[in-house]
Nanobody, 114 residues
């Protein structure tokens, strides 16, 4: 049963921006922390950002000041606004429900290249 669906990935030039979305079709979205992870080729899975049920956020040092996680409980959706993108941000980005995660999305590819 598909529960988390990401969208918004694509190809962007260095310095550009993207906004990822993740919709949760479940009924308990408001009760869970939500997070974005990424997996780059040859690298370990990395947590990029997390948002609490009350909206408190935390971002990895590698993206701090460039990425922003947010949530819309009415829409059961989280977002990842990504600005000043760099080639090293190239990865498959996954949203996750809960910490530790109990459910994952299928992933969306982000490629930063000129």
């Amino acid at each position: 049963q598909v529960q988390l669906v990401e969208s918004g990935g694509g190809l962007v030039q260095p310095g550009g921006s993207l906004r990822l979305s993740c919709v949760d079709s479940g009924s308990t979205f408001e009760e869970y922390e939500m997070a974005w992870y990424r997996e780059a080729p040859g690298k370990a899975l990395e947590r990029v950002a997390v948002i609490s049920t009350t909206g408190r956020t935390s971002h990895a040092d590698a993206v701090k000041g460039r990425f922003t996680i947010s949530r819309d409980n009415a829409r059961h959706t989280i977002y990842l606004r990504m600005d000043i993108l760099r080639p090293e941000d190239t990865a498959v980005y996954y949203c996750a429900k809960g910490q530790p995660p109990i459910s994952w999305g299928q992933g969306t590819q982000v490629t930063v290249s000129s």
